[in-house]
């Protein structure tokens, strides 16, 4: 017999839910020691039900967001009736959809009264994952073994008893304790979440539970379906282009999107995208799909709530074998960052359907981590340098970029490092960090600035890894606008040599005293440059955000002319 349903009190489980995970989230900040996660908040809270359909999400780091219901379904595959109260399981393994090695997944199943009624989940980027790379980051990678420990699931509680030799098991293959307290905090956050919504079961009954959680997945499918139903039906298809397998020099790799819209649904195809790599540039099924998803809803309506109804409507396909959907045993560690190309070509494919939704491109990622011995005492540290990476996003019709926001997949999810806390986790020196003038693409709305980091390294025998594409192609205007500019990592060691990393490298040796130079590109423009506010224009070149010779080339406006400086 289905219960009644009422609105006032859908919109408190809806609310309530949106408040649990982020509750959780609050939690991982408090309690994570990583600076990955505690200042980054490099990570993902979330609810689901019985069945891993999503309840709600807190999505810190939107390439993480749609990566915990997968697995949560595999899971009740994995353990069918073997699950109990008091359970904890981890899990990380890319091959039983897992969307990169170094995101570690908590999973909590909840009872009440002895039956199984939702799961708490958390996942966060660890600062270690084993491998032959400290940091989990391995350019020379071709298979998933020297990338990292493989966490199929596994119950590190089984009925609320710590077991302890498959803890010891886990963490003797990871390099740094830190990883054993932040995967507490996960622990401690599921707890947290388990506790919250038991409270609310208790309140409200579970009869009404599972009839308002189905009505709040259809009224959220609705609001989706009409989103999509904005979109003119139709095929539309992008391109997007990834650089460099790390391997190979020269080699270049396409993703290739065909998009079909008929009235409330839209399907993404992926079956013409290049195949995988002989390297460690590919991709897995759940973080592709999971990009799929971020850059839709960028283009949607910022309310709808992040539920199983959400996704209902929409499909994507991507093959088995693909740079996006590499197969057993590949290496994958990339896979996260390829969610830029991605969302250009799903950008392409619907600027022309949707000119007032989408934005120009943004800046793509070239980022570094650096690891080593802190010679003040003695401690081992690694630091992915979230400061630096952090370009513009692109302009979109009525607003310029953000400034300084970061790569797609993190959609300003990823915060910036503290300065002094960087001084404090790392034995570098922070010489410079600022938004970097005429990084921007220009337009009648601009793109976002990017910024210049420089840092002097303070360990010796220091190793740099760098991933990313944004040395390559900048970030693309829109209907008139001009791209933004390139990125670059250079170093300069004590002795006055330059070295140059590829975008995919791995340098060992890297001496105390290197200066560490690194340029984060700005977003594409939207629209006739010509067409910008001059007043704006004026301001801008006060401030510095561009130069005069740079709005003078770009936009054809010479500061103090008529019309110039008001």
Same mark, same amino acid.
């Given at each position: 017999?289905?219960?009644?349903?009422?609105?006032?009190?859908?919109?408190?489980?809806?609310?309530?839910?949106?408040?649990?995970?982020?509750?959780?989230?609050?939690?991982?900040?408090?309690?994570?020691?990583?600076?990955?996660?505690?200042?980054?908040?490099?990570?993902?809270?979330?609810?689901?039900?019985?069945?891993?359909?999503?309840?709600?999400?807190?999505?810190?780091?939107?390439?993480?967001?749609?990566?915990?219901?997968?697995?949560?379904?595999?899971?009740?595959?994995?353990?069918?009736?073997?699950?109990?109260?008091?359970?904890?399981?981890?899990?990380?393994?890319?091959?039983?959809?897992?969307?990169?090695?170094?995101?570690?997944?908590?999973?909590?199943?909840?009872?009440?009264?002895?039956?199984?009624?939702?799961?708490?989940?958390?996942?966060?980027?660890?600062?270690?994952?084993?491998?032959?790379?400290?940091?989990?980051?391995?350019?020379?990678?071709?298979?998933?073994?020297?990338?990292?420990?493989?966490?199929?699931?596994?119950?590190?509680?089984?009925?609320?008893?710590?077991?302890?030799?498959?803890?010891?098991?886990?963490?003797?293959?990871?390099?740094? &304790?830190?990883?054993?307290?932040? $995967?507490? *905090? +996960? #622990? /401690?956050?599921?707890?947290? !979440?388990?506790?919250?919504?038991?409270?609310?079961?208790?309140?409200?009954?579970?009869?009404?539970?599972?009839?308002?959680?189905?009505?709040?997945? &259809?009224?959220?499918?609705?609001? $989706?379906? *009409? +989103? #999509? /139903?904005?979109?003119?039906? !139709?095929?539309?298809?992008?391109?997007?282009?990834?650089?460099?397998?790390?391997?190979?020099?020269?080699?270049?790799?396409?993703?290739?999107?065909?998009?079909?819209?008929?009235?409330?649904?839209?399907?993404?195809?992926?079956?013409?995208?290049?195949?995988?790599?002989?390297?460690?540039?590919?991709?897995?099924?759940?973080?592709?799909?999971?990009?799929?998803?971020?850059?839709?809803?960028?283009?949607?309506?910022?309310?709808?709530?992040?539920?199983?109804?959400?996704?209902?409507?929409?499909?994507?396909?991507?093959?088995?074998?693909?740079?996006?959907?590499?197969?057993?045993?590949?290496?994958?560690?990339?896979?996260?960052?390829?969610?830029?190309?991605?969302?250009?070509?799903?950008?392409?494919?619907?600027?022309?359907?949707?000119?007032?939704?989408?934005?120009?491109?943004?800046?793509?990622?070239?980022?570094?981590?650096?690891?080593?011995?802190?010679?003040?005492?003695?401690?081992?540290?690694?630091?992915?340098?979230?400061?630096?990476?952090?370009?513009?996003?692109?302009?979109?019709?009525?607003?310029?970029?953000?400034?300084?926001?970061?790569?797609?997949?993190?959609?300003?999810?990823?915060?910036?490092?503290?300065?002094?806390?960087?001084?404090?986790?790392?034995?570098?020196?922070?010489?410079?960090?600022?938004?970097?003038?005429?990084?921007?693409?220009?337009?009648?709305?601009?793109?976002?600035?990017?910024?210049?980091?420089?840092?002097?390294?303070?360990?010796?025998?220091?190793?740099?890894?760098?991933?990313?594409?944004?040395?390559?192609?900048?970030?693309?205007?829109?209907?008139?606008?001009?791209?933004?500019?390139?990125?670059?990592?250079?170093?300069?060691?004590?002795?006055?040599?330059?070295?140059?990393?590829?975008?995919?490298?791995?340098?060992?040796?890297?001496?105390?005293?290197?200066?560490?130079?690194?340029?984060?590109?700005?977003?594409?423009?939207?629209?006739?440059?010509?067409?910008?506010?001059?007043?704006?224009?004026?301001?801008?070149?006060?401030?510095?955000?561009?130069?005069?010779?740079?709005?003078?080339?770009?936009?054809?406006?010479?500061?103090?002319?008529?019309?110039?400086?008001?």
């Amino acid at each position: 017999m289905s219960h009644e349903i009422d609105q006032i009190l859908l919109s408190v489980y809806a609310r309530s839910f949106k408040s649990i995970t982020d509750e959780m989230s609050i939690s991982m900040e408090k309690t994570t020691r990583s600076p990955i996660l505690c200042e980054a908040k490099d990570y993902v809270t979330g609810l689901y039900d019985a069945h891993g359909n999503m309840l709600e999400q807190t999505e810190n780091l939107p390439i993480l967001a749609f990566s915990l219901a997968p697995v949560c379904k595999y899971l009740l595959e994995y353990f069918g009736d073997d699950l109990h109260p008091g359970d904890v399981i981890f899990h990380n393994d890319v091959f039983s959809l897992g969307n990169q090695n170094n995101d570690v997944a908590v999973f909590k199943p909840v009872f009440l009264e002895g039956k199984l009624v939702a799961w708490t989940a958390v996942k966060g980027h660890q600062a270690d994952i084993g491998g032959n790379v400290r940091g989990g980051y391995n350019p020379n990678a071709v298979e998933v073994w020297q990338e990292a420990l493989r966490i199929p699931p596994v119950k590190v509680y089984e009925k609320g008893k710590l077991r302890k030799d498959v803890w010891n098991l886990i963490f003797a293959n990871i390099r740094l &304790d830190i990883v054993q307290h932040d $995967m507490k *905090a +996960e #622990i /401690g956050a599921c707890t947290v !979440g388990e506790r919250r919504l038991l409270e609310l079961l208790r309140k409200y009954g579970l009869e009404s539970f599972e009839s308002h959680k189905l009505a709040l997945f &259809d009224a959220t499918r609705r609001m $989706m379906q *009409a +989103e #999509i /139903g904005r979109i003119p039906n !139709g095929h539309y298809s992008g391109e997007g282009e990834v650089y460099y397998d790390g391997r190979h020099v020269g080699s270049r790799f396409t993703i290739r999107v065909d998009i079909e819209v008929r009235d409330d649904s839209i399907r993404f195809d992926y079956s013409r995208t290049d195949p995988q790599t002989n390297g460690f540039v590919n991709g897995t099924f759940t973080s592709s799909a999971s990009a799929t998803i971020l850059t839709l809803l960028q283009m949607v309506n910022p309310d709808i709530p992040h539920n199983e109804g959400m996704i209902q409507p929409i499909e994507i396909v991507i093959p088995q074998g693909t740079i996006l959907n590499a197969s057993y045993p590949k290496a994958t560690t990339f896979g996260n960052h390829l969610c830029p190309p991605n969302a250009d070509a799903i950008i392409r494919a619907l600027a022309p359907a949707m000119p007032d939704r989408v934005t120009a491109g943004w800046n793509n990622l070239l980022c570094s981590l650096t690891t080593g011995t802190d010679p003040a005492n003695g401690d081992t540290y690694v630091d992915i340098g979230f400061m630096g990476l952090k370009g513009g996003s692109g302009a979109m019709l009525g607003t310029d970029g953000y400034d300084h926001i970061g790569m797609i997949d993190a959609s300003g999810g990823v915060l910036d490092q503290d300065y002094e806390m960087f001084e404090q986790q790392t034995p570098h020196r922070l010489i410079r960090h600022e938004y970097l003038a005429d990084s921007a693409g220009a337009g009648q709305w601009r793109g976002g600035l990017g910024v210049e980091t420089m840092f002097e390294i303070g360990s010796q025998d220091t190793q740099l890894v760098t991933f990313g594409d944004g040395d390559f192609e900048p970030a693309f205007g829109l209907f008139g606008g001009g791209e933004g500019t390139l990125n670059f990592i250079r170093l300069t060691y004590p002795d006055g040599s330059v070295v140059v990393p590829k975008n995919k490298d791995l340098i060992t040796g890297v001496p105390r005293g290197t200066l560490y130079h690194q340029q984060a590109g700005g977003g594409g423009g939207y629209g006739d440059p010509a067409k910008r506010d001059r007043a704006t224009l004026a301001r801008e070149v006060r401030d510095g955000v561009i130069s005069t010779a740079g709005a003078r080339e770009s936009y054809g406006y010479s500061p103090g002319a008529s019309g110039g400086d008001e």
